[in-house]
Structure formats: structure tokens, C-alpha cells
């Protein structure tokens, strides 16, 4: 008789990776804004990805600009956020990631969060 055993290993996923959340007056800031830049020689692994804004119309990206990854946009005059959970894109060793509008409200308030790991 075959005894199979197994083991449950107690994995906090949270633990190894951070956010950052900030909000952008796009009265008071040109775009695009750098929200976020790896230590020297890393990568940005992304985990999920979250926009909001208090704009009526134009658009708004975050994205990594090197690479032209494409990690979220908001079609403002159709929707005010979007959630992206479990999406996984890692940019290039020293890219940052911008966020960026064209065409929204004058004074119109970004919001985002950006869940990540840091990798080699």
C-alpha cells in the first residue's frame, strides 16, 4: 500500500511584494508623471494594477514607456476606474512606470495603486 503524504506550505504573497498609491492633480502636474522607478539593475514585476479618476472625458494610461507595455487605461467619458487583479507584466531592467492623460477635465484628480516585486 502506497502512502502519499502532503504538505501544506503557509505562503503570504503580500509579504514579498509592496505598493505605492499616490493621487495626481493633473491641474498642477504635466503629463506624463514617473509614479514609480526600480532600484538600479531591477525590474518591475506588476501584480494589479488600479485607476480612478473624478474626470468626464479623455483617457489615461499607465504604462511602462520603454517597452510600450500597456498596464491599464481608463476610457474617462465611459468609465471613472479600472481594476486589473492578477495581471503579471514586468517591464525592462530600469524602466520606470508613467502614468499619463490627454483630454481630461481641467483640474481632473488622478488615483492609483500599483501592487509589485522587484525582480533581477
Known amino acids: 500500500m502506497s502512502v502519499h503524504k502532503h504538505f501544506v506550505r503557509d505562503v503570504d ?14 491641474g498642477t502636474s504635466t503629463s506624463p508623471v514617473t509614479v514609480l522607478t526600480p532600484a538600479s539593475g531591477y525590474k518591475i514585476d506588476t501584480r494589479s494594477v488600479y485607476l480612478a479618476t473624478d474626470s468626464t472625458s479623455g483617457e489615461i494610461t499607465a504604462s511602462f514607456p520603454t517597452s510600450n507595455k500597456l498596464l491599464g487605461k481608463i476610457y474617462c467619458s465611459k468609465f471613472t476606474m479600472v481594476t486589473l487583479k492578477d495581471i503579471r507584466i514586468t517591464g525592462q531592467a530600469n524602466e520606470s512606470i508613467q502614468i499619463s492623460w490627454s483630454g481630461t477635465d481641467t483640474d481632473a484628480k488622478i488615483f492609483y495603486v500599483i501592487r509589485y516585486k522587484e525582480v533581477r
Open 13 to 26: 504573497t503580500l509579504a514579498s511584494e509592496t505598493c505605492i498609491s499616490g493621487e495626481i492633480d493633473t
